[in-house]
């Protein structure tokens, strides 16, 4: 798999630089927001000049799938802060690939402002970023970049280095013997790069475990069938995970059902509710947060000013995080209720009076 714009190459899959500027960046920027709208037909933010009602497009591969409800809270409220009006989401229920392209066609030919789209295939939205960037509409990839295309930036998660690094965590628990690991889509780059680097790892910190995929589908539903299914045809796997939202939750949901807490590895992607149970009640050992609301938000924030700026101000890639949720943190997202993560909890959160120390940086030489 050749690395995403902003992803971490296999050869220094062992090396994490963060990414935590453009963020910064961003953060900066919106402190001198002070909150002036006039969404619908143009507006001002703050110290900002007035601008048109920029229209600004999410092409997205699974609209509907809960996973994105903070993603999409995250470009309500940017778009909320800054005074345009709020970006069509559009895109294909499940992973359909071609009407995603016709999604992001029909705002190319709409002459949208602004495209921000998640590039889960390699080949499919090549000639339209081209296309787009050719007629002055900037593209940026978020929630998952591909090789050989031409966003102007990538908002998300590092897919290759989380799996790598949910790898080498298996590799704590199981060292030999069977795993399940759903994915919803096999190939997509959501996904795909994820599975790869857990995969990668396991052959490095533990070369007896096989990794046995399991095809759930990328609709919700029909995802705990994919991985019941796949564990009642091999009950003696030392694992079961996943490596997207419902997959994950749909592992949860098996490993409870079959009293299996503490019995076998398990773990994935992402804080759907029955994933943040899960992680509670210990059905899970871990969950991983890839924070969706900053790729909606930050996506929002960086087409703006890119066009405010007329190109000046260039979106930096962004990694939103890879955040290991464990029973011992799991107390605020499972109470909180956050609009950050899915909820409808608007309220300023409270401080801890503690913050636990991050990984320490890494910086290129």
Not at 175 to 189: E, F, K, M, R, Y
Not at 322 to 343: M, Q, W
Request: charged share 15%; with cysteine; net charge neutral.
């Amino acid at each position: 798999m050749t690395a995403q714009p902003g992803a971490t190459p296999r050869r220094t899959a062992l090396k994490y630089l963060g990414l935590a500027g453009g963020t910064a960046a961003a953060s900066a920027v919106l402190a001198a927001c002070t909150g002036v709208q006039e969404a619908q037909n143009g507006g001002k933010s703050g110290p900002f000049p007035s601008t048109p009602g920029w229209r600004f497009v999410f092409v997205n591969h699974v609209t509907t799938n809960s996973f994105f409800v903070p993603t999409r809270s995250g470009l309500a409220d940017a778009a909320a802060l800054l005074g345009v009006p709020e970006p069509q989401w559009t895109g294909s229920e499940n992973g359909n690939v071609a009407q995603m392209a016709s999604a992001m066609e029909t705002a190319i030919t709409g002459k949208a402002d602004g495209i921000a789209v998640a590039l889960t295939d390699d080949n499919a939205f090549v000639d339209l970023t081209k296309r787009a960037l050719g007629a002055g509409i900037p593209v940026l990839a978020y929630n998952a970049s591909a090789a050989g295309n031409y966003p102007l930036t990538y908002v998300g998660q590092d897919l290759y280095l989380s799996g790598f690094r949910m790898g080498q965590r298996i590799a704590q628990k199981v060292t030999s013997g069977d795993i399940l690991v759903g994915i919803a889509q096999p190939g997509g780059n959501n996904v795909q790069p994820r599975l790869d680097g857990i995969t990668d790892a396991l052959k490095q910190a533990a070369p007896g475990v096989r990794v046995q995929s399991v095809n759930t589908g990328a609709e919700q539903a029909g995802e705990l069938n994919a991985m019941t299914a796949a564990y009642t045809g091999n009950t003696a796997v030392k694992g079961i995970y996943a490596v997207d939202a419902g997959s994950t939750a749909a592992c949860a949901k098996l490993v409870a059902d079959r009293k299996l807490s503490g019995k076998i590895g398990s773990g994935g992607f992402d804080l759907l509710d029955d994933t943040v149970t899960g992680v509670k009640d210990g059905a899970l050992d871990f969950t991983i947060d890839q924070s969706p609301y900053l790729q909606g938000f930050l996506s929002v924030l960086y087409l703006y000013l890119f066009r405010l700026s007329g190109t000046l101000v260039a979106p930096p890639v962004t990694d939103t995080g890879l955040t290991f949720v464990t029973k011992e943190n799991v107390g605020p997202y499972a109470s909180a209720h956050s609009r950050f993560e899915g909820g409808d909890n608007k309220d300023v959160l409270a401080m801890p009076g503690s913050i636990p120390l991050p990984p320490p940086s890494v910086l290129s030489r």
